[in-house]
């Protein structure tokens, strides 16, 4: 159950990204905000998760079996910290173009469909029922949502950033089964999480002399900066690599649709966008299925049958 609980806090701090962007600075870019937030958390992730995995080793027994270096667990490290670069302009651009509520919920909306479904690809294990069950309830809750929309809203949602934030639904659903596979093989949780945040941080880096960032001289751009990068990426993902440790990649995609549901919170109250009834509905329909999956992941995770070589 704790593995619950952290997954769903770390899917609350992620839930405040749209609305940290809607309160920032004006002449950002998705762009800009994706590389700087990086470059912040993922030097943090990297500093804070790499402290915790030398704990960690410290407490280990010393025969305990470790898990050889290779060159195929380093691939899937730089592929998490790839697809975390992806993720952020797309995921901003979408919530640009179609608004922090409509933008978030398609994003991780399709992030534990997509999941599950390359699981299923990379194991052939058909995922519970309980899955399936608490999963359409939270897909259809987040299609209510995103069709609700605000109240009196009119025209239909963006095309491009509605593929957009598919985009980032895919990349969250890809660092899931990379990060589950790692962890699989025998891997300490905070240095696949380190792993993934050094290498971000490090194409971040590589990127940012070619973006604008002088709004991070402005007050609000520097404090939105340091809780996009420390609160929503270096604390977030590493509750979120944690509770992965003891979940499926499908389940915890799955609990991260409470970042939708906060992000919809944080917009009626912070930023006091007024949904309608159908996206009353779907938050309503999308907290159940929530719900319904914290109960059904009481029971220890089934193990997988990944397993890497050195």
């Known amino acids: 159950m704790l593995h619950v609980l952290a997954v769903l806090a770390a899917a609350m701090l992620f839930g405040t990204t749209g609305t940290a962007q809607a309160l920032g600075p004006e002449g950002t870019t998705p762009l800009s905000i994706g590389v700087m937030r990086m470059v912040i958390g993922g030097t943090g992730l990297a500093i804070f998760a790499f402290l915790l995995a030398w704990r960690h080793a410290r407490l280990r027994a010393a025969d305990a079996p470790r898990p050889g270096f290779g060159i195929r667990p380093f691939s899937l490290m730089v592929l998490t910290g790839i697809c975390i670069v992806i993720y952020q302009p797309l995921f901003f651009l979408g919530t640009a173009r179609n608004g922090v509520a409509v933008g978030t919920v398609v994003a991780l909306g399709s992030a534990p469909i997509l999941a599950g479904l ?43 950033g509605i593929l957009s934030s598919i985009g980032a639904g895919a990349s969250f659903a890809v660092i899931a089964n990379a990060q589950r596979r790692l962890l699989d093989a025998g891997w300490d949780p905070f240095t696949v999480v380190g792993g993934m945040g050094a290498s971000a941080a490090v194409l971040s880096a590589i ?104």
């Open 118 to 160: 390359l699981e299923w690809a990379l194991t052939r294990r058909v995922p519970s029922a309980t899955w399936m069950l608490a999963t359409t309830l939270a897909t259809v809750g987040v299609v209510l949502l995103g069709f609700g929309g605000e109240a009196g809203g009119t025209g239909g949602s963006d095309p491009i």
């Open 207 to 310: 990127i940012l002399p070619f973006v604008d960032v002088a709004w991070l001289a402005t007050p609000a751009g520097l404090i939105m900066a340091l809780w996009l990068g420390i609160a929503t990426i270096a604390i977030a993902y590493v509750l979120f690599t944690w509770g992965l440790s003891g979940l499926t990649a499908a389940t915890a995609a799955t609990l991260t649709l409470g970042e939708p549901l906060t992000a919809s919170i944080l917009g009626i109250t912070v930023l006091d966008e007024r949904l309608s009834a159908l996206a009353i509905l779907g938050l309503i329909v999308l907290a159940a299925g929530l719900a319904l999956l914290a109960w059904g992941s009481r029971s220890p995770r089934d193990p997988q049958p990944f397993a890497l070589e050195g």
